[in-house]
C-alpha cells in the first residue's frame, strides 16, 4: 500500500504539472494584463541561459516565409489582397513590382521590442476611450486588450474589433478597388455600451493598421509628409530623443480656445502622406473622415523599436479643456453625443513607375494629383503662357483715438481704393501686365469687425464709386481683382449676434477668440476678444452676399480664412467639422457656378471650386524629426491650378524667398499696405508694418519680370523632378515638357534653357543680404 501510495502521489503531481502547462498557454495573447505578465514572469524565471541564447539568435522570419501563410482574397490587374486570419495580418501585392506592403512588420517576434511594444506594433487597430466620469482617456491596442475577428467575406475582408473594457466594438472592412486598397468604417455601426450613462465609456480616437508599410532597420527611404508646403522624414534618421511628429489635417478645431499664444507651424493641407521604399512608393489618402483626421509618424528608437511608420489617427469625438477655480490643471471635457462623423475611408494607391526606376516624392505628386482630378473633381485648367503677379492690398482698419478726452474707437483708411488703383497703375507703368489682386478689408462691416453679407464698399476708403473707379481700371489691364469677405471672427452688428450667432465650444462656452501679444504670447487686453461665426450661420450670410456680389456685377469672390480654418459648434446646433465642410463646399460651389474663385492656402476640400491660389507656403513647420523641405504642395498642383507664394517682403530674405518661390514654379506674392509703418502702430493691421507699397514697386515688378521669363514657358506643365544639391545652394526643376531651371541661392541665379539670369539685374544690388 505504501508503494501504490507513493505511486499514485506522483501521477497526480505529473498530472498537475502537465495542467498547469496548459493552463497557461490558454490566455495568449488575450489573457488579462496582470495574468499574462504573470506568466511572462514565471516563463522568464524557469527559462535557462542557453535557451536565452538561443532565443536572442533566432532568424527574422522572411517574407517568403510569412508569404506561405497567407491567403488570397481578391485580385485584379494591378493588385492583390491577402490575409491571414491567424496571425490578423492583410498584405497588399502591387503587381507592378512585385513589393508587397505588409500591415504589420513580418520579423516583429525578434525585433528589440518589449511585449506590450509588440502588441502595438501587430494590433490593426488602436482605441481611445473617453472616461467623461474620470475626465480622462485610454489607450488599448487590439492586440493584448482587445479581440480580433477577422474573415472573408466574398472579395471582402470583414474585422471586427472587440474591447471588453470599455464595451466598444468596431466594424471595419478592407477591399480591392482597380489601384487602391480601401479600408472603410461606418461609424454608425460601432456599438458603446451605455455611452449616455455616468459610467460609460465613449470611442474618442481610431487608428488602423498604424505599422502598415513600417520600414526596418535595413530600409532605406523616407516619409513625404504635407505638412505646409512639404517635408520629408528619412527612415532611421537618428533623431531618437526628439518629438514624434503629429499634425492635425485641416488644424486643430479652433472653438477649443487656448489661454496663450500655440507655436506658430503650418497647417496640413492636404490629407495624405506617402512612403517611399526604393523603385515602390505607397500614397495614402485619407479620403473620408479627413476633417477629423491627424498624420503621426516616427523614426527607429523613437518609440524604442527598430520600426519607422506612418498612419492616421482620426478623432471621432472632439474634446475640450477648461480651469474650475482654483484649480491649476485643465479639466477634459468630451462631446457627450453619437459620433458626428459618419464615415473613415482609407485609401492605400501603390506608386511606382512603368520603368521600374525608382521612384520619389514626385511621384507622391503625381499620385495625388491624379486622385485630385478624377476623385475629387479638381479642373484641370488650360495655363499655357501664364504667369501673374500677386498682390494682397488691406484697405481698411479700427483704431483707438482720443476725440474730447474721451478713447473712440473709429475705422481709418490703410489703403483707399484710389491708392489701389494708384498703386497698380505703378505697377503697371513699370511693366506689370499681368496680375492677381486680393483686397482684403475693402468691406464697410468688414471692416468694423462685424459680418459682411453684401458688397458694400467701405465709405472710408473712398465708398462704391471709387471702388467702380479701381475695378473699372483693373478689367481693362488684364488685372483679376477679388473684394474679400472673410467671417469667420466678428462682434455684434448687422443682424448678427453674440448670444446667438457663436460657435459654442465642447465645454459648452462661447468660442471667443483673443489677440494674443506678439512678445509674450498671452492675451493683449488691448482689444476685445471677437466672436467666432457659428457654421450653422454660414448659408444665411454667404448666400446673401453672393446674391449682392451677383446684384452689382461682381463675378470674382474670395472668403478668406474660409478657405482653410475649419471648426465645428458643439452646442444644441450639433455641426461637427464633417459637416461644417459640406456646408463650406456649397458655399464655394455658388460662388463658382456664377464667377471665378481666388483661395487663401485652401484645403484640399476647397481646390474643385478654386480658380486661383494665393499664400501657398515655402516650407515646412520645421519640426526638428524634418530632414528635408520639399514643394508637396505645389509640385501637386502645378500646371493645374495657378497658385503664389506667401508674401516675399514679409520674409526676412525676399531674395532667398523670391528664388526659391521661383525653384518650386511659384508666382510671386507681396503684401501691399498705402500708409507707413507708423501709421499702423495700435491696429491689428500693424503686422503689415513692411508692407508700404511706395518702397517695394520696383522690387515687385523686377521680380515679376523674372518669374515670367523663367516660368511662362512651362506654365502649363507638371514638375517631373525636383532636386536640391548636397549642400542646399542648388536647387533643381525639371518639367514634364523637358523644360529645366537651376537655381543658385548662393550665386542669386537662375539659368533656364540654358540662359543664366542674375536676381541683381532685377531687384538691384541693395536688396540682396537684407
Not at 481704393?417 to 505697377?427: D, M, N, Q, R, S
Not at 453684401?454 to 471709387?466: E, N, V, Y
Not at 491650378?641 to 532667398?656: F, H, K, M, Q, R
Request: hydrophobic fraction near 35%; glycine fraction near 8%.
Amino acid at each position: 500500500m505504501h508503494s501504490k501510495l507513493k505511486k499514485s502521489l506522483a501521477f497526480l503531481l505529473c498530472f498537475s504539472m502537465i495542467m498547469t502547462t496548459g493552463a497557461a498557454s490558454v490566455f495568449g495573447d488575450d489573457a488579462p494584463a496582470d495574468e499574462a505578465a504573470a506568466s511572462d514572469d514565471a516563463a522568464a524565471e524557469d527559462t535557462s541561459d542557453s535557451e536565452k541564447d538561443e532565443k536572442e539568435e533566432k532568424t527574422p522570419r522572411t517574407e517568403d516565409e510569412a508569404f506561405e501563410l497567407m491567403e488570397e482574397v481578391d485580385s485584379n490587374e494591378n493588385l492583390k489582397l491577402y490575409m491571414n486570419t491567424k496571425e490578423n495580418t492583410i498584405m497588399l501585392e502591387d503587381l507592378k513590382t512585385g513589393e508587397k506592403w505588409w500591415s504589420n512588420p513580418v520579423d516583429l517576434q525578434t525585433s528589440n521590442a518589449k511585449k506590450g511594444q509588440k502588441n502595438e506594433l501587430a494590433s490593426g487597430m488602436t482605441l481611445t476611450y473617453a472616461s467623461p466620469a474620470d475626465r480622462a482617456t485610454t489607450i488599448l491596442t487590439s492586440k493584448g486588450k482587445g479581440k480580433t475577428k477577422m474573415k472573408k467575406s466574398g472579395k471582402t475582408i470583414e474585422i471586427t474589433y472587440t474591447y471588453s473594457e470599455p464595451g466598444i466594438t468596431v466594424p471595419v472592412t478592407i477591399s480591392l478597388e482597380k489601384d487602391y486598397m480601401k479600408l472603410y468604417v461606418d461609424t454608425s455601426a460601432i456599438i458603446e455600451e451605455n455611452p449616455s450613462t455616468v459610467s460609460g465609456k465613449l470611442t474618442s480616437d481610431l487608428a488602423f493598421m498604424t505599422t502598415f508599410g513600417a520600414a526596418g532597420l535595413e530600409d532605406e527611404g523616407y516619409f513625404v509628409i504635407p505638412d505646409g508646403s512639404g517635408a520629408i522624414i528619412n527612415f532611421n534618421n537618428g533623431k531618437t530623443g526628439l518629438k514624434t511628429y503629429s499634425g492635425k489635417v485641416y488644424g486643430r478645431d479652433i472653438t477649443a480656445v487656448k489661454n496663450q499664444k500655440q507655436a506658430t507651424t503650418q497647417k496640413v493641407n492636404l490629407p495624405m502622406y506617402g512612403i517611399v521604399k526604393g523603385n515602390s512608393a505607397m500614397m495614402v489618402v485619407a479620403d473620408k473622415g479627413d476633417t477629423c483626421a491627424t498624420i503621426n509618424s516616427y523614426v527607429s528608437n523613437q518609440n524604442n523599436t527598430d520600426y519607422n511608420s506612418t498612419y492616421f489617427d482620426f478623432e471621432v469625438r472632439t474634446q475640450d479643456e477648461y480651469l474650475m477655480g482654483g484649480e491649476s490643471s485643465p479639466l477634459k471635457v468630451f462631446e457627450k453625443r453619437g459620433i458626428l462623423i459618419p464615415e473613415i475611408e482609407l485609401r492605400y494607391y501603390p506608386v511606382s513607375n512603368s520603368d521600374q526606376s525608382e521612384v520619389d516624392y514626385t511621384d507622391i505628386a503625381d499620385k495625388y494629383r491624379d486622385y485630385l482630378i478624377n476623385e475629387k473633381s479638381v479642373e484641370d485648367k488650360d495655363l499655357t503662357d501664364s504667369n501673374s503677379l500677386y498682390l494682397d492690398l488691406y484697405g481698411g482698419t479700427l483704431k483707438k483715438e482720443s476725440i474730447a478726452g474721451l478713447p473712440v474707437t473709429v475705422k481709418e483708411p490703410v489703403t483707399t481704393f484710389a491708392t489701389a488703383k494708384y498703386i497698380l497703375e505703378c505697377l503697371n507703368n513699370e511693366g506689370v501686365d499681368d496680375m492677381v489682386v486680393a483686397y482684403n478689408n475693402y468691406n464697410n462691416d468688414n471692416v468694423g469687425e462685424k459680418i459682411a453679407d453684401s458688397f458694400a464698399p467701405a465709405s472710408k476708403l473712398g465708398g462704391k464709386s471709387k471702388y467702380n473707379d479701381l475695378s473699372t481700371y483693373a478689367a481693362a489691364n488684364n488685372i483679376e481683382l477679388f473684394p474679400v469677405v472673410d467671417n469667420q471672427q466678428f462682434k455684434t452688428g448687422n443682424g448678427y449676434w453674440n448670444m446667438t450667432n457663436t460657435a459654442i465650444r465642447v465645454s459648452n462656452a462661447y468660442a471667443q477668440i483673443p489677440v494674443f501679444d506678439l512678445a509674450h504670447g498671452i492675451e493683449n487686453k488691448y482689444y476685445k476678444s471677437l466672436s467666432l461665426f457659428t457654421p450653422a450661420s454660414y448659408n444665411k450670410a454667404f448666400d446673401k452676399l453672393i446674391k449682392s456680389y451677383n446684384k452689382n456685377n461682381v463675378t470674382n469672390f474670395s472668403f478668406g480664412s474660409l478657405a482653410n480654418t475649419i471648426y465645428g459648434d458643439y452646442g444644441k446646433k450639433a455641426i461637427s467639422r464633417e459637416n461644417a465642410k459640406g456646408i463650406i463646399q456649397g458655399i464655394y460651389g455658388s460662388a463658382k457656378q456664377t464667377g471665378s474663385v481666388l483661395s487663401d492656402n485652401p484645403a484640399a476640400y476647397v481646390l474643385p471650386y478654386t480658380d486661383y491660389i494665393t499664400n501657398v507656403p515655402l516650407c515646412s513647420s520645421k519640426f526638428d524629426v524634418f530632414d528635408a523641405d520639399i514643394p508637396l504642395y505645389q509640385m501637386v498642383l502645378h500646371g493645374v491650378t495657378p497658385y503664389s507664394c506667401t508674401a516675399v517682403n514679409g520674409d526676412a530674405d525676399l531674395d532667398i524667398a523670391s528664388l526659391t518661390a521661383i525653384a518650386s514654379g511659384s508666382n510671386i506674392g507681396f503684401d501691399f499696405v498705402g500708409i507707413e509703418a507708423s501709421d499702423l502702430k495700435d491696429t491689428k493691421l500693424d503686422r503689415y508694418y513692411y508692407g508700404y507699397y511706395a518702397n517695394w514697386v520696383n522690387e515687385a515688378a523686377g521680380l515679376y519680370k523674372l518669374a515670367d521669363e523663367v516660368l511662362t514657358p512651362a506654365a502649363d506643365s507638371t514638375i517631373a523632378s525636383y532636386t536640391v544639391s548636397e549642400d542646399g545652394s542648388e536647387i533643381t526643376t525639371v518639367y514634364d515638357n523637358g523644360y529645366k531651371t537651376v537655381v543658385n541661392l548662393e550665386d542669386r541665379t537662375v539659368t533656364a534653357d540654358g540662359k543664366t539670369l542674375k536676381l541683381t539685374d532685377y531687384i538691384g544690388e541693395e536688396v540682396i543680404g537684407e
